[in-house]
């Protein structure tokens, strides 16, 4: 087999031919103060003093004494308990330094509940390859809100898929404690509980099983969670957010290698954590420092965009090409040996299954065929003048020329339809029954019926989509718009086709979700939402927002051109896609553009 011939996809734009490396790798730099934080001037004077060094912020900032302090206990108390470095002080290498404690320490806010500064972050995810250090790091980090945060009777927890796999996390804060001569003096480890305990704070450190209805009653200060992908569900992680309440600062922090499973919680949790990083105000109390070998040029672009002039960026997308290895392997070349991702490379070009195994656990790929498709950062660059209500956009749209697509649902879940105007406008509407609200408010945090109260979807009586109520809307945007057809999915849409062409003689235009009818238009899309020409407004639809930062897409492994939307598993994630499945259509209606003139209309009827 051929690496290249499945790996290799011709560069789409400029930026997909970033030129490689000419020169040595810089000093990373990062200014911390610049973070994004929100807004807030709440608080006096934060005085947070080490070693004479006093922070004389206000509000929400950096509190660079408060991340020294983390930085500190490593350098100062902590041996490196195996490995090349084994038996010296753990100083931390700049990555782990700069993109990971100092922010997680080091970001602070004010307590109106505590009445004083505490972080900011309560939850942080942390995904990379594997061997890159995080076993270390995560047990230093342990010890630290253990004995070093002044937390009194912390509880401090870590688990896993199994005991032996959280039990390498314990073992080298054990190891590392021993080595230590003031956490030697101040901790006692009770082997047979698996326990470090602080004497002095009546706080202690111990691995759970990974049944959460054996853990309840918790009041974790600290929850390690290493190896998100092989959790069977969330409820441990939930146990632990839930109990965690009473505490003034906790952290819940899990740390895990890309999952295989895109429809498990593991790759909900990894998703969620790329979101966040891509977009911090979703979510201010996540921390998220995600690092993954990108799959497609629109990856590798969302990388460059996020993280301009970075040096460690990949330069394409080739699993094989060196320069592409040091960002889901930022140890590489320090602890993590480049000559052994060499080794594994080579023997991984040789068979499919130890390519998968090095895409997954060397480049922190998700191995799949599956991916999300739609940047947020370029969907929400299309969203012009945010609309009030859907009635504005209705107003400013009316009698222009526009093309519809219509996905329809069961009679149990959502329908949607989409008109994209000439202009480059576009139009939805959104249809489910009543009952089926509170299932999606689970799923978007209440969010779905303050859309439903707005006026962004309708909901019909009862447990089934009343029919004519789409019918009578779609009869309105026929009056108020001039729809040139609507395309539709031909799997489920006959009988509707059928009354829509009765009550409005409108054309109907058959498609489907194969890669023959989706790639063109989603191809379209994209282009459209990369375009610097305006060819996109959405008017910041919060339903089809919530659509498009789920939609996934999926490509054949020998043909990564083609594409199809996927349809989620309602039943088992609560997602819903229904709106851009319907863009798509619309959008492939104006690729079609406008029907040809009858030669009537040009010569008359005797010529």
């Known amino acids: 087999m051929s690496p290249a011939a499945t790996t290799r996809r011709p560069a789409r734009s400029k930026a997909a031919t970033r030129p490689g490396r000419t020169t040595r790798r810089r000093v990373l730099r990062i200014d911390h103060d610049k973070r994004w934080r929100p807004t807030s001037r709440r608080g006096g004077l934060c005085g947070y003093t080490l070693d004479g060094k006093e922070c004389r912020k206000r509000g929400a900032h950096y509190c660079e004494p408060r991340a020294d302090k983390v930085v500190k206990f490593f350098a100062e108390l902590l041996i490196h308990p195996a490995g090349a470095l084994a038996n010296t002080r753990f100083e931390l290498a700049p990555w782990q330094e700069h993109e990971i404690i100092r922010p997680l320490f080091g970001e602070v806010h004010w307590s109106e509940q505590w009445g004083r500064y505490v972080r900011r972050y309560t939850r942080a995810t942390i995904v990379m390859a594997r061997k890159n250090g995080k076993s270390a790091l995560l047990s230093g980090i342990a010890l630290y809100m253990l004995c070093g945060d002044g937390e009194e009777s912390a509880e401090v927890y870590g688990a896993a ?137 629109d990856e590798l672009e969302r990388l460059w965009r996020l993280f301009p002039a970075r040096p460690e960026l990949p330069v394409s997308i080739d699993p094989w090409d060196e320069k592409n290895w040091a960002w889901p392997n930022p140890a590489l070349g320090t602890f993590l040996a480049l ?46 003048e945010i609309a009030p209500t859907p009635d504005w956009i209705r107003g400013k749209l009316r009698r222009q020329r526009c093309w519809g697509g219509l996905d329809l649902s069961s009679k149990l879940d959502l329908t949607s339809l989409a008109l994209v105007f000439q202009g480059g406008e576009v139009l939805w509407r959104f249809w489910v029954p009543e009952s089926v609200v509170p299932h999606l408010d689970e799923h978007t945090n209440g969010k779905f019926s303050e859309w439903v109260r707005d006026g962004w979807v309708t909901a019909t009586d009862g447990d089934t989509i009343d029919y004519d109520t789409i019918y009578d809307d779609v009869e309105t945007d026929h009056r108020d718009f001039r729809i040139v057809d609507i395309t539709y999915d031909k799997w489920s849409g006959e009988p509707v086709r059928q009354a829509i062409e009765k ?79 319907a863009l798509l259509f619309a959008v492939d209606g104006s690729m079609r553009g406008l029907p040809k003139k009858s030669v009537y209309e040009s010569r008359g009827m005797l010529g």
């Open 161 to 297: 898929a199994n005991t032996r796999q959280a039990f390498k996390v314990f073992e080298p804060a054990v190891k590392m404690q021993q080595k230590s001569p003031v956490l030697a003096k101040r901790l006692r480890h009770i082997k047979n509980v698996r326990r470090l305990v602080d004497e002095k704070t009546g706080s202690h450190y111990e691995v759970i099983t990974s049944d959460a209805d054996n853990e309840l009653g918790h009041s974790p200060h600290c929850f390690i969670l290493d190896e998100v992908l092989s959790q069977p569900d969330g409820k441990l992680w939930e146990a632990m957010v839930t109990g965690a309440g009473a505490r003034t600062q906790p952290l819940m922090l899990a740390i895990t290698t890309e999952t295989s499973d895109g429809a498990s919680f593991g790759a909900d949790f990894i998703d969620e954590a790329d979101r966040v990083m891509e977009d911090p105000a979703r979510a201010p109390h996540h921390f998220a420092f995600v690092r993954k070998m990108p799959r497609n040029v």
């Open 339 to 384: 000559q052994a991702l060499r080794q594994d490379a080579a023997e991984a070009q040789q068979a499919l299954a130890k390519e998968n195994s090095f895409r997954q656990f060397r480049l922190n790929q998700r191995v799949s065929q599956v991916t999300r498709w739609i940047p947020m950062d370029l969907w929400n660059a299309r969203a012009g």
């Open 503 to 581: 009550r409005t003689r409108l054309k109907m235009v058959e498609s489907d979700t194969t890669y023959l009818r989706m790639t063109p238009p989603m191809s379209e899309l994209m282009r459209r939402l990369k375009s610097k020409d305006d060819e996109l407004r959405h008017f910041g639809n919060p339903v089809a927002r919530w659509m498009a930062d789920i939609v996934e897409k999926k490509s054949p492994r020998d043909d990564p051109d083609r594409l199809r939307p996927v349809k989620p598993d309602r039943d088992k994630t609560g997602k819903r896609i229904d709106g851009i499945p």
